[in-house]
């Protein structure tokens, strides 16, 4: 064989590695506005999922030098692809903090950490600590391509004037691009470098793959025994005026899971379990949403350059002035309206009553006894029960109907018997069978307070309350600020579309704040083949 054959063979070998090296990467990737924060302050992320994994949910949190979970919070995917925001706390202390992205069914396996800076602003910059920088064994580096080309930017800009700049995207590289480009033009610091790696590990966080939505799921254990129960009913209510109502009976090993879909805002839920009879000593156990930290980082301590202490020192002051002046920095785009429900899950009721039209009634054994048709509640020896009346045979059901506080089913009627007219805005009444999939229900009694806190209905190990964190509604960067004497322009993002439509020429236009000091005007895409590819320029505010 002739030399030339040789180093056709060669070539040929060597762009098939290429090739499999590039459908080896994930198409992991995070990304934020700035890498240096201020408590208090808001960052923009967008995140990247892997083709492979179906999920419709991915999961950003931050976590402290020391493995503590600050807060997160959950996004949904559209084309493998997310973009949220997150409100870092005023009371953090200043250093590096890793925010995390990934999903939960493979949560403990792969994890995209990206580090960032955060200072207190209240506590100022100690100048004399050094910083702890983390030490990523799996750097994740993007790949520079001069096929996406910034034009018509300048070197310098004047505070208040207009940038217009251009992106052009080479032909050969359009097609190839997968989904949305992550635009930007926002504040820099090139002395600070920020690693961002993949954190993996042999064990996954048990759970269903979240392809309709978040899924919220635990375990039901014998209190005694410490045994998984199963078909235990676990009960999941959203207070509301029309409450939101979900049932589960548990798998063999206790488990069981829950759909949540419909809700785009924080929202309160209360999650219990019954037994098969009302003696039987239950536990439930939710599973945390996040992933746990794991196993603690590595640092390295590193002198801080004085470029950065400067714009740290800066920004403390920015975001001072920001909240002084009001100025926001986001707009909450309203999530598309879902259908509301009308009639609660247990149906329209036979007669609905407002005790406060008429006259005040100190417990609930006299509003029953004088407003209530067909309910009959009795407090003998301090023992409270209720029955209601079965409408179609004229006597009343053998068994306790269901009752609600604000949508919440309760079994204890301790918990309703000092109920007076004010406390109570409106009772149902159902004076028939209603049936909720295979659960039956001889009545129902549902009481909506009138400052609807359910506050009397206490936590214990069958029942939890907790504050859900749904997904987040999509935001967009709040206009500039009107122009007023003595008022500067404080913001330091000044151009953000995470969705930016992919094509030939693109225009970036915005206006420079008052805010000095170095920009970077990004480009970021990831292609088809998993491999994210950037283009930037920086330019300086005077």
Known sequence: MNMKNWILIFFLLAILCLDVNAQSKTGLGIYTDRDVYVSGETLLAKIYTPESNPSKIVYMDLVNQYGTRISGVPLETKNHQASGYLQLPDSLSSGIYQLR????????????????????????????????KLIGSESEPDSLTHQIKIDNLN???????????????EESILDKIDGNLLVAVAQTEPSFAPATFKVESSGTMEGLNEVKGMILSGTVTDKTSLQPIENSIVYLTIPDSVPGFQYYKTRTDGRFYFLINQYHVQVQAVIQCFGSTATQRLKIKLDELYAEPGTKPKYTKQAIPEALKANITRNIDVVTLQKIFSQEKLKVISAP?????????????????????????????????????????RNYNNEPSIRVMNSSMQNFFEDPPLVLIDGIPIQNMNIIKSMGSSEIDRVDICQSERYYGDLRFPGVVAIYTSKADYSKIPESDQLIHIKLEVVQPPVILADP??????????????????????????????????????????????????????????????
């Open 337 to 377: 309206a879902k259908k509301q429900e009308t009639v609660p899950y247990y149906g329209k009721p036979t007669q609905t009553v407002d005790p406060q039209l008429f006259i005040d009634l100190p417990d609930f054994a006299e509003i029953s006894r004088e407003l209530l048709p067909g309910v009959k509640f």
């Open 481 to 542: 600020p009107a122009s007023e004497p003595n008022i500067p322009d404080l913001r330091q993002v000044l151009y953000w579309n995470p969705s930016e439509i992919a094509q030939n020429k693109l225009s970036v236009k915005c206006i420079a704040s008052s805010i000095s000091g170095r920009y970077k005007l990004s480009v970021r895409a990831r292609l088809k083949n998993g491999t994210i590819i950037y283009s930037e320029k920086q330019f300086e505010v005077k």
């Open 155 to 169: 070197p310098e800009y004047v505070a208040g004037t207009v940038i217009d700049a251009d992106i052009q995207i």
């Open 101 to 132: 992205g990934y999903q939960k069914n493979t949560a403990e396996k792969v994890k995209i950490v990206r580090e960032i800076w955060i200072s207190n602003r209240f506590d100022g910059f100690e100048k004399n600590n050094p910083m702890k």
